[in-house]
């Protein structure tokens, strides 16, 4: 009898890059790709490129994505023979996995009760130490109460992580450095667990400072031949998600790679593992590794995985999927180069990070032959509030590190992505760092270099007003509109000495200001921006302010907004209007949402007064809980919001009259 379970269609439950990156391999596999979507991503590459497309809801994910009855309707109606969850939403889901095995369809991936067992951090880590695999300190325990989890911290030892015992992607995470602040982070990490996962099960762990986080990969046939596919170091991290990911790490050599390689196997083995999966260690300075959590499914910085091995590893889920052997032993495993990815989000990282939603006005990434882009967006596509702001990774490689990082900047640097914000930028600066370029990063590394500095990074030169004035200038000028200047419209052209003044306010991230253009027929164009005097020369596609030249990468004109990207630096600015400045005066007492997200809970009542910087309400955003806080001190005089209200960015949610507040 042959233990083989063929399939030639693949359903994939999941959405955007990891949706059409699984597809990309499915349909070069030979077989019929099948996407699922919601009205939120009908315009997404990933349901254009599949061969057929199911539609599961509206947008919230607990109504879609994460509806294991939806999807197996779905499955049902396309005809599907194999799902494949992706990673994130139902990929570590055991009861999808039984709902899978159950309608008949093979689901790529590890047993129901291999997922159940891994995925609780909990039992995980009792499995790996009955295994004989080094844990991290801490508490999983069945006993949940505020007494219990207080006094394991205080055994523990501050700083102490919070974490929640299902899941994964920094969801349900808190560092907690002092007493005073471990019930209130406990709170909130229960209640995104909760959100995230449908589980508020929580485990502490003793924080481990300064130290790596080096994941090794894992595959497993259905005979049980289980090699790993060297680590990656994935220490750069920001609210304990991943942004930079390389392989192989910089201070693992060819000894502990074998120790760390043969400890993820035998976890692979300890639980009869199949398929890919990954096992995650902290690494600390002496060259000791703990384990931590084991991943059943494929991560998202496997790229950088197949760049330096050569492999396929979503082909190799499919062959391992349907009862074919790995095909190759430990022994054949190489490791050629080196490989770097960086996650692009949509967030502010002068705004802590926070995700932000939008539309995208340009998205023109970068590929060559040393450089790979996973996306699942494009230009005009709107960024949704209900899903994860990552919107692509851009991985490269090269025979060292050195080659494949400048290989990365290079790369970065010429994408243009407009209309949202974004990290490119950060990223940029980042890869430049002393600290990364010498391969010397910590899971601090982030809070290290920049600690709360990162608004230095938005800031805003002369040059960069006056660049985007001409632009803007010249495209209005293509449009024959109107533009605010200093002689009637009927003299446009004209002047007693020959000159025009063209006068554009541009308004960015902060207060609004004012660039002078000047034109005559002798001395052509300057420019003049709060006392500095620019000569500029824009003709050939090459622009030069006082004889420098200026490396545009991409403009775009839109509703009176320019955009521009210069390299290591994007940004947008607005043709602004005076009356707009006496409105953001206005706002300065208002408590606003910074995205699109939905209300958790509302913390102060109408009449009550608060003191800047305490809690006001909880908003739910992108798979995550954002506590928003006063931003002045004094009384609340409307609350306009209520726990389960949807609300969208801008919008005002609670109204606080300013004034001083004692600390009596």
Not at 224 to 244: F, M, P, Y
Not at 245 to 273: D, F, H, K, Q
Not at 328 to 333: C, D, I, L, P, T
Request: charged share 20%.
């Amino acid at each position: 009898m042959s233990d083989l379970t063929p399939f030639n269609s693949v359903l994939v439950a999941n959405r955007g890059e990891i949706a059409l990156r699984v597809m990309r391999s499915v349909r070069l596999s030979g077989l019929r790709a099948i996407a699922v979507y919601t009205d939120a991503d009908a315009a997404a590459p990933h349901v254009s490129f599949a061969g057929e497309r199911i539609n599961i809801g509206a947008g919230p994910v607990s109504d879609s994505y994460l509806n294991i009855d939806k999807i197996l309707v779905a499955a049902a109606e396309s005809r599907a023979e194999a799902i494949h969850p992706g990673y994130g939403f139902l990929s570590e889901s055991s009861a999808f996995a039984q709902a899978c095995a159950d309608a008949g369809l093979v689901f790529i991936g590890p047993s129901a009760s291999t997922i159940a067992v891994m995925g609780n951090k909990a039992s995980a880590k009792q499995l790996m130490r009955d295994a004989g695999v080094r844990c991290v300190p801490g508490y999983q325990g069945r006993d949940q109460s505020d007494a219990r989890f207080s006094q394991e911290a205080k055994t523990i030892g501050f700083p102490v992580m919070i974490k929640a015992a299902a899941g994964g992607g920094g969801r349900g995470m808190r560092l907690v450095s002092a007493e005073d602040d471990f019930l209130p982070a406990l709170r909130l990490a229960q209640s995104e667990a909760k959100s995230a996962f449908g589980l508020d099960e929580i485990i502490l762990e003793r924080a481990m400072i300064r130290s790596r986080h080096v994941e090794v990969q894992v595959f497993a046939d259905r005979k049980g031949h289980t090699v790993h596919l060297g680590e990656r170091d994935c220490s750069v991290q920001r609210r304990h998600q991943k942004v930079v990911e390389e392989a192989p790490c910089t201070v693992i050599n060819s000894r502990l790679r074998g120790e760390i390689g043969e400890a993820a196997v035998e976890a692979a083995l300890a639980i009869g593992y199949e398929g890919a999966g990954t096992v995650e260690f902290l690494l600390d300075e002496s060259g000791e590794f703990y384990f931590l959590e084991m991943n059943t499914r494929l991560q998202v910085e496997h790229p950088v995985t197949e760049m330096v091995t050569g492999k396929d590893l979503v082909a190799l889920q499919l062959n391992v999927a349907q009862g074919h052997a790995l095909g190759f032993e430990q022994s054949q495993v190489v490791l050629n180069g080196h490989a770097i990815e960086v996650r692009l989000y949509a967030e502010d990282p002068a705004n802590d990070f926070l995700p932000v939603s939008g539309r995208i006005a340009a998205w023109i990434p970068v590929q060559t032959a040393q450089v790979r882009v996973d996306d699942g967006v494009k230009s005009g596509q709107a960024v949704s509030s209900f899903y994860d702001p990552m919107l692509a990774k851009v991985i490269a490689h090269g025979k060292t590190r050195q080659e494949a990082r400048y290989a990365l900047l290079s790369a970065l640097k010429d994408t243009v992505l407009f209309g949202i914000t974004t990290n490119r930028d950060f990223l940029i600066d980042l890869l430049s760092k002393e600290t990364f370029i010498k391969g010397a990063v910590t899971t601090t590394f982030i809070d290290d270099e920049y600690g709360p500095a990162f608004s230095d990074m938005a800031t805003l030169v002369a040059e960069d007003y006056v660049v985007a004035a001409v632009l803007l200038f010249e495209a209005l000028q293509n449009q024959n509109a109107n533009l605010a200047i200093s002689v009637p419209d009927e003299l446009l052209g004209w002047g007693s000495p020959g000159q025009l003044k063209t006068h554009l306010r541009l308004r960015g991230v902060d207060e609004p200001r004012d660039v002078t253009l000047s034109q005559t027929p002798y001395t052509g164009m300057t420019a003049l921006f709060e006392g500095q005097m620019f000569k500029v020369d824009h003709h050939d596609g090459s622009l030069r302010l006082n004889g420098n030249r200026i490396d545009i990468r991409g403009q775009l004109y839109d509703d009176y907004k320019i955009h521009v990207a210069l390299g290591q630096k994007q940004f947008a600015l607005v043709h602004h209007k005076a009356s707009d400045v006496e409105a953001s005066q206005a706002l300065k007492g208002h408590l606003n949402a910074p995205m699109h997200g939905n209300i958790q809970e509302v913390f102060v009542n109408q009449g009550q007064r608060i003191k800047k910087g305490e809690p006001v309400l909880i908003l739910e955003a992108m798979k995550m809980h954002h506590e928003l806080c006063a931003q002045v001190s004094g009384k609340v005089i409307t609350v306009y919001v209520k726990t389960g209200d949807q609300v969208k960015a801008d919008a005002i949610l609670v109204d606080i009259a300013h004034e001083e507040i004692g600390n009596a």
